[in-house]
């Protein structure tokens, strides 16, 4: 019994590392931040990180128990993540843990603004509004970014349990045009 929980454990850590490597090696590339539109900093950085793990959470929930913990783990290790960028940037030890609280609560602020933009029966700027309020775009990049979101979440959705699960996405490209 403690042998199958272990292997589990080893096998979930591995999908872990991997999903919370993808979200995070896509959210960073330049293309989103120069031409993008997206600020370039801190904290743009995390809006732009929030915004493909929400999709990837939104997605997971989809898949059973299975991908609501991949989620739960997910989430862990990026806030991790965020810990050892606040150390890294020299945020001191006694405040580390209040900016991570507050990460953690804009995060979940935005999933829920992104859940509700994403919903069959949102209005259809919802979702602009949304991006333009969290990542900072300007509304001349809005309906760009409106249309990769939308190509993320289609994408999402073709990819099987099993892969997702696995910890492998395939990630669609911004458009500038």
Not at 35 to 47: H, L, P, Q, V
Not at 57 to 65: D, E, H, I, K, V
Not at 136 to 149: Q, S
């Amino acid at each position: 019994m403690l042998g199958k929980w272990l292997q589990k454990q080893k096998r979930n850590r591995w999908a872990v590392d991997k999903l919370h490597s993808s979200i995070q090696n896509h959210s960073l590339r330049p293309d989103f931040y120069y031409e993008g539109g997206a600020r370039d900093n801190f904290s743009g950085r995390f809006e732009m990180t929030s915004l493909h793990a929400c999709l990837v959470f939104r997605r997971l929930r989809s898949a059973g128990q299975a991908g609501k913990d991949l989620s739960q783990d997910t989430f862990d290790a990026l806030f991790h993540g965020f810990d050892e960028a606040l150390r890294d940037i020299g945020t001191g030890d006694l405040s580390v843990g209040k900016k991570i609280r507050k990460m953690g609560e804009a995060f979940y602020g935005r999933a829920k603004a992104y859940e509700e933009a994403l919903a069959e029966d949102a209005p259809a700027e919802a979702l602009g509004k949304a991006l333009q309020r969290n990542l900072g775009v300007r509304e001349a990049e809005t309906d760009r970014f409106c249309r990769y979101v939308r190509l993320v979440e289609d994408t999402l959705q073709r990819h099987e349990n099993p892969q997702l699960l696995s910890g492998e996405v395939n990630w669609p490209k911004l458009t500038l045009a």
